[in-house]
């Protein structure tokens, strides 16, 4: 793009607030499952903006997403269970297999980063616009749902999508964000936590006993579950209620008594694993070269799914757009398709030290992993 062309563009936010999603993909990676995955929205993304068109005068760089609420179509006795639909019979009339299918339904509002061009000038232009994307959404499937209109007259007048454009003084950008983000209360916005997964891979290379440096996939797991310690604690004498007192070194020779105490963990907010993005495991193969493909015009490659961890948090605590927004990079050189986000680690002030205070051992006795 020419740098006259650029300049025809102003930075502006998208928020599309509160669509209801019926039957979204709950199944978000071989490994992971509940809310969709962030690749998902990202292609949402650009499927919108084919749909619009560059006449549009609309480029999308990037989505956030805050869920207000969630309904996993799931039933539980021991472990949960997907709520499956019957498959119809076959031709000779017995029964078809049934093909597991996670489904969740969502509230959930969509914050596109988007440049907007300068012909898109006044408030009535823009608002016209915010609209028109909006009743485009509203027939396209996000995370494999159906998109439902609101239940009653009056949400539809207050639920107005909006398109801003960013100002260009930091402190304004913030202020304006913050009233912003009281629309999206109440609701979590979903950020990326790479930070954490380091500091603690970190923390557990310094708890290794056999010298072997931890992995990334051994935080990753660490983070994704709930870790209960059993830890032994001393117990201190009880006085004698006879008043003698013990023979000379008999206090010496008598092994301290202990009790077991189990202490679950505590975690620095809400963390979930999550896919971010794709790797790839073969070349890149040319289009109609793969035999069974569902597209015989499209290069191929396979992959497998990117993970880390996010935290589900507060949109107020966000200090602007800009760390609610995840972006798409590709790395050509190493297959690497991977979505990001810009959530500074300050936001979540005393984090890490909480979590390294609950990684660390003990004291003065030592710790036994349940």
């Known amino acids: 793009m020419s740098a006259d062309l650029r300049a025809t563009f102003e930075s502006a936010l998208l928020l599309v607030p509160h669509l209801q999603v019926q039957n979204a993909n709950a199944i978000s990676s071989p490994m992971t ?36 609420r969630f309904e996993a179509q799931t039933h539980r006795s021991y472990t949960h269970s997907f709520h499956l639909s019957r498959n119809p019979v076959r031709k000779d ?24 061009s300068s012909k898109v000038a006044d408030d009535a232009a823009r608002q016209q616009l915010a609209q028109t994307v909006a009743d485009l959404l509203a027939t396209m499937r996000i995370a494999g749902g159906s998109v439902i209109a609101p239940h009653t007259s009056r949400a539809r007048r207050t639920l107005q999508p909006q398109l801003r454009l960013e100002a260009e003084d930091p402190k304004q ?20 936590r790479d930070d954490l997964l380091q500091a603690h891979q970190r923390t557990l290379s310094q708890r290794q006993t056999d010298g072997q440096p931890a992995t990334a996939l051994d935080a990753w797991l660490d983070l994704s579950r709930i870790n209960t310690r059993a830890v032994r604690v001393p117990v201190e004498p009880v006085a004698s209620t006879t008043g003698e007192s013990p ?17 679950r963990g505590v ?17 890149l193969h040319s289009a109609g070269s793969v035999v069974q493909a569902r597209d015989a015009t499209t ?20 200090r602007d757009a800009a760390q609610l927004i995840w972006w798409p990079t590709y790395d050509e050189a190493t297959g690497l398709y991977r979505c ?15 979590l390294a205070a609950e990684s660390a051992p003990a004291t003065p006795v030592d710790t036994v992993s349940a």
Request: charged letters at 15%; glycine letters at 10%; aromatic letters at 10%.
């Open 299 to 318: 290069p191929l490659r396979f992959v497998e799914s990117v993970f880390s961890i996010g935290q589900w948090i507060s949109p107020h605590r966000l």
């Open 247 to 263: 023979a000379p070194g008999a206090a010496d020779d008598k092994p301290v008594a202990e009790r077991i105490e189990w202490q």
């Open 340 to 354: 990001r986000n810009a959530c500074a680690p300050e936001t979540f002030k005393g984090s890490a030290s909480a």
């Open 173 to 192: 950008q913030a202020d304006e964000f913050a009233k912003l983000s009281r629309r999206l209360l109440p609701g979590f916005a979903l950020v990326a």
């Open 267 to 283: 975690r620095p907010g809400w963390l979930v694993p999550i896919p971010v993005g794709y790797a790839a495991l073969s070349a």
């Open 93 to 116: 009339g017995s029964t078809a297999g049934i093909v597991e299918e996670g489904r969740i339904h969502l509230d959930i509002s969509l914050g596109f980063d988007v440049s907007l």
């Open 33 to 68: 499952w509940g809310f969709p995955s962030i690749t998902a929205f990202v292609g949402l993304m650009a499927a919108l903006e084919r749909k619009l068109g560059a006449a549009a005068g609309l480029q999308f760089n990037g989505v956030g997403v805050v869920c207000h």
